[in-house]
């Protein structure tokens, strides 16, 4: 076999980057669990000294994760004085909770990927799926904590008055049921934004849903139940939610049949995506590559562990979405609005 050097030397290149990531990316959840971040944003300029102390750890095991941060341009270095920074977009990223570009979700999320890596083997062996419940916790967690900064930016401010006429029924007051909530992160905040609105927050894993039920606590427009989205009860809905969990489901169709009984005739599905094209060649793009890899890793693992298991994928692009929409009986479907992550449909019947 004779090899190509150019091109082996581009791809070697590339794996030392993966091999980089793939460390690193253990050092911060580590980061996250011990306030490294969240200290370093609060002092400024630190030693790992000081950073030591301000956190109750160990200097030599501080040290050497500063210049695994720094090595990855994650926090900055001035070799003058030997301290470290975390620039204002290194702490939107790694320390600032509200910042709608905040990361750490997204790692955390990883340990679950890690911690259940043998169930993923033997399902790509033998078949079948990893079931939602049967995921390690971190992943309900490490996956509310990676979607609700986007949530936060986004939902109230751009994603519902991209839909026709649905701020103004909510301003008036709405029933609204958000269905696959997890923990309620996206409930919550249309709650709290629409006071005159009634919220049912569905989801069919009980664990996430006794979570959201403690953190709606004092709120008297919103409540959560565990159900399946394809039988969950209640009808004449004014608008039907689904963020980041149609392509999770393993009958979509049914759910969106179910959805579409639920709602009023004038009703409104609102469907967040994962931002995707229509091919495989479409999505060939760092953007891609992460979906791709959450979807093999637990997307589409958590449809092949349900009935029917269509194992859509987080990157079914908008096509075969719509698609789904229609087989489930909503005749008009739309691109509402976008973002660089995130594809938003309008369904109506």
């Known amino acids: 076999m004779e090899l190509n050097i150019e091109k082996l030397q581009t791809l070697l290149g590339v794996m030392v980057t993966e091999l980089g990531a793939a460390q690193n990316s253990a050092l911060v959840i580590i980061g996250e669990e011990l306030g490294l971040y969240r200290k370093m944003a609060e002092r400024g300029a630190i030693s790992s000294i000081e950073l030591a102390e ?18 990855s341009g994650f926090v900055d270095y001035d070799a003058a004085t030997g301290r470290f920074t975390l620039s204002p977009e290194q702490a939107a990223v790694f320390a600032v909770e509200d910042s709608p570009v905040n990361m750490i979700g997204g790692f955390v999320a990883l340990d679950a990927i ?18 939602w419940t049967d995921r390690c916790n971190c992943m309900f967690c490490g996956t509310d904590r990676f979607f609700r900064p986007g949530y936060k930016a986004n939902l109230v401010e751009s994603w519902l008055p991209s839909l026709e006429s649905v701020v103004e029924k909510l301003e008036r007051g709405a029933w609204v049921a958000d269905i696959g909530c997890g923990f309620g992160s996206s409930t919550l905040l249309m709650a709290k934004a629409f006071p005159k609105s009634e919220f049912t927050g569905i989801d069919f894993h009980a664990a996430s849903i006794e979570h959201a039920s403690g953190h709606a606590k004092g709120m008297s427009n919103v409540r959560f139940e565990t159900a399946r989205a394809q039988d969950f009860e209640g009808a004449g809905f004014d608008l039907v939610t689904i963020f980041d969990a149609l392509h999770d489901m393993g ?3 049914g759910a969106v049949r179910h959805i579409a009984k639920a709602l009023k005739p004038e009703g409104t599905l609102m469907l967040v995506e994962p931002m ?22 637990t997307c589409v693992p958590a449809s092949l562990g349900q009935e ?34 995130n594809m938003v449909l309008e369904a109506r019947l």
């Open 54 to 71: 301000a956190t109750d750890t160990k200097e030599r095991y501080v040290r050497e994760w500063l210049a695994a941060q720094a090595a």
């Open 114 to 131: 890690y911690a259940d890596r043998a169930k993923l083997t033997h399902a790509f062996r033998h078949g079948g799926g990893v079931s």
């Open 251 to 253: 009958d979509p169709v």
């Open 276 to 297: 995707a094209g229509d091919s495989l060649a479409d999505n060939l793009n760092p953007v891609g590559r992460v979906f791709y890899a959450a979807s093999a890793n």
């Open 308 to 341: 029917v298991g269509a194992a859509l994928g987080a990157q079914a692009g908008q096509a075969k979405l719509t698609e789904v929409l229609k087989a489930g009986g909503f005749s008009k479907v739309r691109r509402a609005t976008e973002t660089p992550f």
